[in-house]
């Protein structure tokens, strides 16, 4: 598990809702580690796959701690500033997906 203090130092730099959304989805993902079963039903495989659970989400909850995303704002719906944040919207959206029209 992660020190304390590094869980001290991640969650100093979060507002308190990010921090409790981090912290469930982190426990989600061990209580399902602790009920998971394996396909094959066979325990070392059982064993083997409730351990890659848990190493993954402490190797990618250590890898991404320095994330920290701003609040999402809406600009006001005229202006230059909506018109821009609509082509972000535009331009980010994948290449696979920009056949299909949005529905509003």
Partial sequence: MFTHRFLFCFFLKMT??????????????????????S????MEDT??????????AKTLFQKNKDIHLPPLGLAPQRGRAFRNQE??????????????????
């Fill in 39 to 42: 396909a094959s039903g066979q």
């Fill in 87 to 104: 082509k972000l919207r535009k331009l980010s959206k994948p290449a696979y997906l920009r056949s299909y029209d949005e529905v509003s």
């Fill in 16 to 37: 308190p809702v990010a921090r409790q959304e981090v912290l469930g989805l982190y426990r989600r993902i061990f209580r399902i580690a602790k009920k998971w079963q």
């Fill in 47 to 56: 064993i083997k796959e409730k351990q890659y659970i848990i190493n993954e």
